[in-house]
């Protein structure tokens, strides 16, 4: 299970410290455009927003981005749960003024399937499910 989405972006001055490299908070805003892109456009589930507050989440920072570079976030399914669902993420950073770009942060965020009007998780929609799972393949039997 690993359906995946990615943006590029590229590091504007709000995304910084002021000392030209990227807020740590720039990195989960980007993560979450690549959430977005993945939930509403590559799966088509619009109701998955806003019923999804994050429960758990962890960055690990490897590189600084910085002011005009260019970056790319991909997001991936990696675990559903009954209720919950984590995503695995990474922002990888393109070439930019003599540098070689590449993993600058990775990290997962972990989902709660709390619909409107209700104060705790419930299991997920058929139609999240069936969407973020791949087909079951007619098995083979092995030699």
């Known amino acids: 299970m690993n359906p995946r989405a990615s943006v590029e972006r590229t590091v504007e ?14 990195v989960m805003r980007w ?9 509403l456009r590559t799966l088509q589930l619009p109701d998955y927003f806003p019923s999804v507050p994050r ?3 962890e960055i690990h920072f490897k590189a600084k981005l910085w002011f005009g570079q260019r970056i790319t976030a991909s997001v991936g399914i990696s675990k ?20 070689a ?5 990775f990290g997962t965020v972990t989902v ?8 705790k998780a419930q299991p997920w929609p058929a139609a999240v499910v069936d969407a973020v799972t791949p087909p079951q393949s007619a ?4 030699p």
């Open 31 to 39: 993560v979450e455009s690549a959430e977005a892109e993945l939930f």
């Open 55 to 57: 429960i758990h989440q």
């Open 112 to 119: 709660a399937h709390v619909p409107p009007g209700s104060a």
């Open 101 to 105: 770009g590449g993993l600058a942060a």
């Open 139 to 142: 098995g083979t039997a092995g």
């Open 80 to 99: 559903l749960g009954r209720t919950s669902m984590t995503y695995a993420f990474e922002i990888q950073g393109h070439p930019h003024d003599g540098l």
């Open 13 to 26: 001055w709000v995304d910084t410290d002021a000392s030209g490299h990227q807020h740590n908070s720039a």
